[in-house]
């Protein structure tokens, strides 16, 4: 899983069949106290709602296409969850 933030949509006039519903976005990936990193990715939202600056937990590979909605679909990242916040206890602090 990886933590990303919309920055963007990208509008497509036409696309394969299975993904016609979809929301197409470029994600920028972040580290666990929010800072960006320097990638970005394309992602499918398929009926969550989300937009530009939602914070975004996101899966790849065979896992995106295992998302409820996402099956049989020709993608290889999806978003799966809006994150509200992130709490890491203390202890873990070397992780950020």
Not at 18 to 29: E, F, G
Not at 42 to 71: C, F, H, P, Q, W
Not at 77 to 93: F, H, M, P, R
């Amino acid at each position: 899983m990886t933590l990303g933030k919309i920055i963007k949509e990208l509008v497509c006039s036409v696309k394969a069949p299975r993904i016609n519903a979809t929301r197409i976005y470029i994600v920028k990936l972040l580290n666990l106290d929010l800072t960006e990193k320097d990638k970005q990715v394309v992602a499918i939202e398929n009926r969550l709602g989300l937009g530009k600056g939602d914070i975004v937990l996101m899966v790849s590979g065979s896992g995106a296409r295992k998302v409820e909605g996402n099956t049989d679909m020709p993608i290889d990242c999806a978003i799966t969850a809006k994150v509200e916040n992130i709490n890491i206890d203390s202890k873990y602090n070397s992780l950020l």
